[in-house]
Nanobody, 122 residues
């Protein structure tokens, strides 16, 4: 069974950077789509970035140019480098995996971490 554990969240002033990590246990398939979602209080959970072999990376418009998603299959980690952070980036961030379509539908993702909090102060 695949398990995900996020880390790296914290508080930072606007303009700062954070790097989130997702440790993956179990044995995900080679073509697994891996993604980062975030959810702020009162807001819907949204996908901010996703990565899949061959297909490459995709980002939401709100984070393009500021966030970078990457993975290390050997170490089984998923990373999200967040630069030029804004207060509106404040949210609980989750990593998620699916071996189905690499879209942004919540129900498409089979495995979820418990989340790590990111707070950006103005």
């Amino acid at each position: 069974q695949v398990q995900l554990v996020e880390s790296g969240g914290g508080s930072v002033q606007a303009g700062g950077s954070l790097r989130l990590s997702c440790a993956i246990s179990g044995n995900p398939r080679y073509r697994t789509c891996m993604a980062w979602f975030r959810q702020a209080p009162g807001k819907e959970r949204e996908r901010v970035a996703a990565i899949r072999s061959v297909v490459g990376e995709t980002y939401s418009d709100s984070v393009k140019g500021r966030f970078t998603i990457s993975k290390d299959n050997t170490k089984k980690i998923l990373l999200l480098q967040m630069n030029s952070l804004k207060p509106e980036d404040s949210a609980m961030y989750y990593c998620a995996l699916t071996d189905m379509w690499c879209n942004d539908f919540l129900t498409n993702y089979q495995f979820w971490g418990q989340g790590t909090q990111v707070t950006v102060f103005p």
